[in-house]
């Protein structure tokens, strides 16, 4: 098991593995095979334009700067959004962005298709989100990344599951905190605590 999230040490962002606690993955004789991996021409590409946009504009470019200048020094063309309906004027708003700045936008709503929630078996007048069918439409299109917008839990999940093309997020949903998940955790010792640790019966 590995446990990085509780590691106090963090050797392997300090180039000290001799202080690695035993469990550290950075200690797997595996990682020899995994940096292999990097070798791929594409995802040689992907690893070395994401290094450079953390370290060429860290702190100064917001995270939509940050996808264009990472889709423009990995030469991607042709951009898919996957979005929410509830975020569709969002999504107008990128896509237009993008399109701006010189790149072809194929976009595709959770909802396409209209299918009724019956065919998962849920009674509801609502149709279910469809995120097979993003992944779908964005492979037909043929895009060269594809950029998850607000998808719901589980939903991403399948659409990174079906989607050829490589993905990024750049917004995801969260109804109660305006789409910042990470103010729960924020608050996870104060106002959400009993929330997160609800006591065990």
Excluded: W
Aim: charged letters at 25%.
């Amino acid at each position: 098991m590995y446990y990085c999230a509780l590691c106090t040490i963090h050797a392997c962002n300090k180039k000290d593995l001799d202080k690695a606690p035993k469990n550290c993955p950075s200690l797997d004789e595996k990682m020899k095979k995994i940096k292999e991996v990097y070798k791929d021409e594409e995802n040689f590409k992907i690893a070395k334009a994401s290094a450079l946009v953390v370290s060429e504009g860290y702190g100064e470019k917001t995270r939509l700067e940050e996808t264009i200048d990472f889709a423009k020094r990995c030469q991607y063309k042709n951009i898919g959004i996957a979005f929410c309906v509830g975020l569709s004027n969002e999504a107008k708003i990128l896509s237009k962005v993008l399109s701006y700045n010189g790149f072809t936008v194929n976009s595709v709503i959770c909802k396409n298709g209209g299918i009724s929630k019956d065919f998962i078996d849920i009674d509801s007048n609502v149709p279910m989100c469809n995120p097979i069918g993003q992944a779908n439409f964005l492979n037909e299109a043929k895009t060269d990344l594809n950029i998850i917008l607000g998808l719901c839990v589980g939903h991403d999940s399948l659409f990174i599951k079906y989607s050829e093309a490589p993905i990024t997020v750049f917004a995801v949903k969260d109804r109660i905190l305006a789409h910042n998940p990470l103010g729960a955790i924020y608050q996870a010792d104060s106002y959400y605590k009993d929330k997160l640790f609800p006591k065990k019966k």
